[in-house]
């Protein structure tokens, strides 16, 4: 199994860099008060991280509010017992 998710991770890992190697042509980036120049690949690995941080984030709250109705409950569970 582990062999198997490295060689998952060495084929992921090959095309990512072979598709940075094909995109590395410059890219204006926009902002409302500044603009600067990245590389397209560069940009789309931040855009990436950014979802991925922006999931993991209201993936947490809602673990959290489940967390606490699941206290809630357990409480209750407790007095009713």
Do not use: H
């Not at 855009?47 to 999931?55: H, K, P």
């Not at 357990?74 to 007095?79: E, G, R, T, V």
């Amino acid at each position: 199994m582990k062999l198997l998710a490295t060689l998952v991770f060495f084929v992921i890992f090959t095309v990512a860099l072979i598709f940075s190697v094909l995109n590395f042509q410059a890219i204006q980036i926009n902002f409302f008060f500044t603009s600067f120049s990245l590389p397209l690949a560069l940009a789309l690995t931040l855009e990436l991280l950014a979802g991925i941080i922006i999931g993991l984030l209201i993936a947490a709250i809602r673990i959290l509010k489940l967390q606490a109705q699941y206290s809630k409950l357990i409480k209750q569970a407790d007095k009713n017992a």
